[in-house]
């Protein structure tokens, strides 16, 4: 199985398996020390949900593709350039590889790409920053489980308890009708038929709860999994920052190489912390806009189905 | 406390207290062998519902009017005229009363005031119609006691359940927005107030949910009461119909005082039977009209409610 990806900026289709996604991510971590390469959706389909697993992976990889496209370092560095634009050409392919695998800048010497601007950063600032994002991505953590464990319960609800309770109304009309129908008069038909179609009506409805989760909390909870592998990488970005910073504290030579070099790591971290901020409040906008109007247009649904059994009633 | 009725030929109110009520009942009850005079509410209020009660009672009252005053004899009787139009003048009031309680027409002298059609009922045809409607009200009985229970549990969960599941969920979005308010910066604090309007969103919609049934099942079970009430009366009924007939198949003489006398309890009890199949056909299309109608505004305010909290995330 392999996933076609067509870049904006070639527009040439490049075919990508599973383990070339694998062996990108991990280039992209050993290359970007402060950067969080968020981690690639699992690889093996586990049991009967085969179908819904592949489903989730590839929404998963999409997510991922988005988010490593939109992030300014990763998406313009060269294994990642490669990825995206190598073709079908197996040596060139082989190659780029190579490179990459080669490549020297990885891990602290990433640091020595890094321009910092001219005027150095307040660490004490950089501290208290860097102090309240892990903060930040602790407490998000955190609430991620409780909304998590909130939605995934409000689904299976949904699933078992409510469909089971509007059926239930639902077939207590039918059994009404039924007992109506014993009465064959002209005049009670036009009741028996629209009473039998509303006890059909609320099964149905019963039927479009249970199916509901699938379409506005399953991708809610698609992206908070994503989420909490993202914020996981968060403690080693913070900590290879407050390494710098501690050691620049028992180094009393403000100019020294030490303090540039905490500089510059300071930069990046901070850089990579509002891109964080950035994606998320990006993320998280477009997940509850497509929740609301999921749920929206799963109310107009109802509403569409009560109102063609109302009608029902005028049919004498 | 008395209630004002206005008949509408009349145009004249009248006050009746709950007393006033029973004493017509009785005197209903005592009159008209064949026809089903449906039980008062209950009079007294047992407990702490008793606004409940008392609004319940009112209802009750109002569909045992709609009853009386659309029955072709009960509405034209004598003693129901002069429960509703007699005003507040006591000596009328109790001369008609005197008159009402000393009635001879009643109980078997009933069927004296009734004129036939020419042509006698085939009493065969009579009692297989009146074997159905035994079956009927039996029928009817028993699935009125499948319904309201179900409704009665649908409500419950509508009030406990679904309030709690749809609360929880809007409890987590708060929680998420809370975590999401420790990144104070300005791009994100549009999501966060949307989140938490989302949050609300949902309890309101819990409250909603809680607050429904009183709106669109409570009626309806308040209908299956009355009517449960009513059906009591039937088998009675039926049964001083089939006493006629099981006495007339012993006389063989077709032209006999018994026969004649068996053909108008038939021709009475039958257009009992219809009065009630009309009255049940109107009873149960307006009650479910009004439901699906309550249903209708009750996920259109949810809809509305939802467009509004989407629409928070268009503000940055």
Not at 8 to 35: C, G, M
Not at 108 to 135: C, H
Not at 298 to 304: G, V
Request: aromatic share 10%; with cysteine; charged share 25%.
């Amino acid at each position: 199985m392999s996933y076609g990806l067509t870049p904006s900026h070639t527009n040439v289709q490049v075919n990508r398996r599973y383990k070339h996604f694998d062996w990108l991510y991990a280039r992209l971590v050993e290359r970007f020390p402060v950067i969080s390469v968020p981690h690639l959706p699992e690889k093996q389909a586990t049991g009967r949900f085969e179908e819904d697993f592949i489903s989730k992976r590839r929404k998963g990889l999409i997510w991922w593709m988005n988010h490593m496209t939109s992030h300014p370092v990763l998406a313009h560095c060269h294994v990642f350039q490669h990825f995206l634009t190598c073709g079908p050409d197996e040596k060139a392919w082989k190659l780029g590889k190579r490179k990459a695998e080669r490549d020297d800048l990885v891990g602290a010497n990433f640091f020595l790409t890094i321009s910092p601007p001219e005027v150095p950063l307040d660490l004490q600032e950089v501290e208290s920053k860097v102090e309240g994002f892990r903060s930040f991505t602790k407490r998000m953590d955190e609430n991620i489980i409780v909304v998590n464990n909130s939605i995934t319960e409000f689904a299976r609800k949904q699933m078992t308890g409510f469909k089971k309770e509007y059926q239930k109304v639902g077939q207590s009309f039918r059994v009404l009708s039924q007992a109506f129908e014993l009465d064959q008069q002209a005049y009670s038909a036009g009741l028996n038929k629209a009473l039998a179609y509303t006890g059909e009506t609320y099964e149905t409805i019963g039927e479009y709860f249970a199916e509901q989760p699938r379409h506005d909390l399953d991708p809610i909870s698609d992206l908070l999994d994503i989420y909490r592998g993202h914020l996981a990488n968060f403690p080693d970005i913070v900590d290879v920052q407050k390494g710098a910073l501690t050691k620049v504290k028992d180094c009393p030579q403000e100019e020294s190489a030490l303090h540039q070099r905490c500089n510059i790591i300071s930069c990046a971290t901070l850089a990579e912390i509002q891109h964080f901020h950035r994606t998320r409040v990006r993320d998280f906008r477009a997940q509850m806009q497509h929740h609301l109007q999921q749920q929206i247009s799963f109310f107009q649904k109802i509403t569409a189905k009560l109102e063609d059994a109302l009608q029902r009633y005028d049919e004498q």
